[in-house]
């Protein structure tokens, strides 16, 4: 009885710890099949939102003509024939300056009077070489009139008589040497009194009068421009000067606020450039008088070349991504990328050369970070177009209630 006992209490342990393995072994499974089940429903929405179409906006690829457009920056300048810069013919000091900055001045006014006593002496001086010379050629006359009325008398030789003459070429010509000398030492003090050239405006004034200047371009007096005959001077990258063409249209851009927009005509390149420089000046002059002041900085368009019968797509729709230019291409309800080749562009559209064909629906809003295939729904910006759609999409609604 007792061993009994023993052996059906062992037997009850036995089947109780089998129990517990069993039921262990149970939690846990239901413990991993809980957490595949969490797990399934946190991807679904993950899924979900990577397939939800993104909204885009589409144009088609055209063939026409463009025109490219180089850009530069320029300054309002006078032109060459319209700028006077007053400068000292020699070392002195500042008599008279009677206008001020601002002030308008006529052909012919006087702008700066200056003191230079050497030029009123050395014409003085010149005038006696005159009178000397004047007086040599007196004497020589009554000299000659002497030798010959000798010479027909029989008394004076004739070589007397030729030396005579000789005497009276030379003493006429000193007096052209001196009066020479004389027109050019007026000439010279008359540099002492500068007067407009044409009708401007005091753009400049730099000294006052008693300032002692020196006759130097570096020490200016005043500067005089005439504000009808304005130009700008634009500076064109070497690397677009090829395109730049003499007679080509520009325009400034923006146009300057209370400003005209008035067109401009390339005037002008250099004939060379300077080694070591990254820029060349470019001339263009208005077609009719601007109301720009001097000096002002403007950004300029010149029309370059003009290419025909190409494919053209809006600026918009390309994506640069380092050094590779791309387009979406709307296909049914994905979006395709296509790398392109792009040529000349101008403010609106945009040469391709490869890549696409007139007639494709190029995506233009929403491309930015779309990645090749992705699902897209087309908008057309239409107003009533969405309208409809809405009123179509709660038809469906309804329906489906």
């Known amino acids: 009885m007792t061993i009994t006992t023993v052996h059906t209490a062992g037997a009850s342990r036995s089947n109780r710890s089998r129990m517990s393995h069993s039921l262990l072994w149970k939690t846990l499974v239901v413990g991993i099949l809980v957490s595949s089940t969490v797990a399934c429903s946190k991807e679904t929405p993950e899924e979900t939102e990577s397939e939800a179409p993104v909204p885009v906006m589409v144009t088609a690829a055209m063939t026409g003509s463009i025109r490219g457009v180089v850009h530069a920056t320029g300054v309002v300048n006078p032109a060459p024939d319209g700028e006077l810069i007053v400068i000292a013919p020699e070392s002195a000091r500042i008599a008279e300056i009677p206008r001020a900055e601002g002030e308008r001045v006529a052909k012919g006014d006087v702008l700066v009077r200056f003191d230079i006593p050497s030029l009123a002496a050395e014409v003085q001086r010149q005038a006696a070489e005159v009178q000397r010379a004047q007086a040599g050629v007196a004497n020589a006359r009554a000299n000659q009139m002497r030798q010959r009325e000798l010479f027909d008398r029989g008394i004076a030789a004739r070589k007397d008589v030729e030396d005579a003459d000789r005497a009276v070429a030379d003493a006429e010509a000193a007096v052209g040497q001196a009066e020479a000398s004389r027109s050019a030492a007026e000439a010279a003090a008359a540099r002492a009194t500068v007067r407009a050239t044409f009708n401007g405006v005091i753009a400049k004034r730099f000294h006052n009068p008693g300032d002692l200047v020196e006759a130097s371009a570096s020490d200016p007096v005043l500067r005089v ?177």
Do not use: W, Y
């Open 225 to 401: 421009i005439d504000p009808r005959r304005l130009e700008v001077v634009a500076s064109v990258p070497i690397s677009e000067s090829a395109r730049i063409m003499i007679g080509a249209p520009a325009h400034l851009t923006p146009v300057p606020t209370g400003a005209p927009d008035t067109p401009l005509k390339v005037v002008s390149r250099p004939a060379q450039v300077e080694q070591g420089t990254a820029t060349i000046p470019v001339r263009l002059a208005f077609a009719s008088p601007t109301n720009l002041s001097a000096g002002l900085p403007v950004q300029v368009e010149i029309e370059a070349e003009q290419h025909n019968n190409v494919v053209l797509v809006a600026s918009a729709a390309i994506v640069r991504e380092g050094e590779e230019t791309a387009v979406f291409i709307a296909k049914g309800d994905k979006a395709e990328r296509r790398p392109v080749m792009i040529g000349i562009a101008d403010d609106e559209h945009t040469e391709v050369r490869s890549g696409v064909k007139a007639g494709e629906m190029v995506i233009v809003e929403g491309q930015n970070g779309l990645p090749d295939g992705a699902a897209i729904s087309v908008e057309t910006g239409e107003k009533g177009g969405d309208e409809k759609g809405a009123d179509d999409t709660k038809e469906d609604e309804d329906s489906k209630k």
